[in-house]
C-alpha cells in the first residue's frame, strides 16, 4: 500500500499518475483539513472532496476542484438574492457539502462521514482526514485574522500576509487510522502541495511525525525554482520566514525524509536530492513521474 499526504492540486495530479500502476484499494490518502469552511449551513473540506471526486470519477480535471459538468443555479440564485458566498459551488458538489453537514450535525466524525460519502461514490481508495478535531489556517493580513479561503478565494491572495496562524493553538491528534496507514505502508508519499497550508497541517497532528519516523517517505517539492507550480505557497513560505524554494521546502521535511525529488528545471540543486521531471502538465507528465516514483519504491 502508498499512502500519500495531499492538500491542493499538486498531490491530486500524482496520484491521479500512480492510479495506472496501482489498484484503488492498495492506495491511502491522508487529507488536509485545516481548510474546511461551514457555508450556506453546509460542510465544505476541499481537499478531501478533489481526492474523493479524483477516484469517483467526477473531478474537473480543468479546474482540479468540483465535478465536472456541474452547474451553478443554486449559487447564481444566493448571489441574486444578496448573499455573499464568495466560494462558487456547483449544485452537484454542494450536495457532498449538505450531505456531509447533516452527517456532522447528527454526531458523525469527519472519518466516518468521509467514508460514508466515499461508499457513496464508490470511492474504493481510503481516504482520511487528517484529525477529527476542527482545524483552521487563518492569516492574519491588516490586523485581522481571515479564513484561508477568504484570503485565497475572495480576495484572490491578494492581501499582504503578516502571519499564518493555526486555530486551535493545540495541535490536534491525528486519527487512529491515520496513523495506522502511515504504519502499514510500503512508503508515504509526501505530495507537490503547498509546504505551509496543505502539509504541514497534516505534520502539525500528534502522532504524523512520530509515525512517519518510522516509514520509507517519498517528498516532493512543488516549487520550481523560486516559483510554485500553482496557489500562493510562495507568500506563505516568506509570511514563515522561509524562502520559496526546494531548499527551504526540504527543511521542513528533513526529519523524516528519506528520498527528496525537485524538479529537472530547479534553480536550487543540492547534495541528497534527486531531479526528476515534476512538471504534471498533463496524464502523462503525472503517469511518468508516479512511475519514477514507484521504482523508488520497489527498489
Request: with cysteine; glycine share 8%; hydrophobic share 40%.
Amino acid at each position: 500500500m502508498i499512502t500519500f499526504l495531499s492538500g491542493g492540486t499538486g498531490t491530486p495530479k500524482l496520484i491521479r499518475g500512480m492510479r495506472r500502476f496501482l489498484d484503488d484499494e492498495e492506495i491511502s490518502v491522508v487529507v488536509n483539513t485545516a481548510e474546511d469552511i461551514w457555508t450556506g449551513g453546509s460542510h465544505l473540506s476541499p481537499d478531501i472532496d478533489t481526492v474523493m471526486y479524483l477516484f469517483s470519477g467526477d473531478l474537473n480535471t480543468d479546474t482540479w476542484w468540483g465535478i465536472k459538468g456541474d452547474t451553478f443555479v443554486t449559487h447564481e440564485q444566493l448571489i441574486r438574492l444578496g448573499v455573499d458566498e464568495f466560494i462558487a459551488l456547483g449544485d452537484r458538489d454542494r450536495a457532498t457539502n449538505i450531505a456531509r453537514g447533516e452527517l456532522l450535525r447528527n454526531g458523525a466524525t469527519l472519518t466516518e462521514a468521509t467514508m460514508t460519502l466515499s461508499k457513496a461514490l464508490g470511492v474504493k481508495a481510503c481516504v482520511l482526514p487528517m484529525t477529527d478535531t476542527v482545524v483552521t489556517t487563518h492569516i492574519r493580513t491588516g490586523g485581522r485574522l481571515i479564513h484561508f479561503q477568504e484570503y485565497w478565494v475572495k480576495h484572490r491572495g491578494t492581501l499582504p500576509i503578516e502571519e499564518v496562524v493555526r486555530e486551535p493553538a493545540v495541535p490536534p491528534v491525528a486519527t487512529p487510522e491515520v496513523k495506522k496507514a502511515l504504519m502499514d505502508s510500503d512508503a508515504v508519499i509526501i505530495g507537490p502541495s503547498n509546504p505551509i497550508t496543505s502539509i504541514l497541517p497534516i505534520l502539525e497532528c500528534k502522532g504524523v511525525p512520530e509515525a512517519l519516523e518510522g516509514a520509507r517517505v517519498i517528498a516532493i517539492s512543488p516549487f520550481i525554482g523560486d516559483m510554485p507550480v500553482s496557489g500562493p505557497a510562495a507568500q506563505l513560505m516568506r509570511a514563515r520566514g522561509m524562502e520559496p524554494n526546494t531548499v527551504d521546502t526540504f527543511r521542513l521535511y528533513e526529519k523524516f525524509t528519506d528520498i527528496f525529488i525537485q524538479d529537472i528545471r530547479d534553480t536550487h540543486p543540492f547534495d541528497g536530492s534527486l531531479a526528476l521531471d515534476t512538471l504534471m502538465t498533463g496524464p502523462d507528465q503525472s503517469t511518468a513521474l508516479a512511475e519514477n516514483i514507484l521504482r523508488l519504491v520497489r527498489h
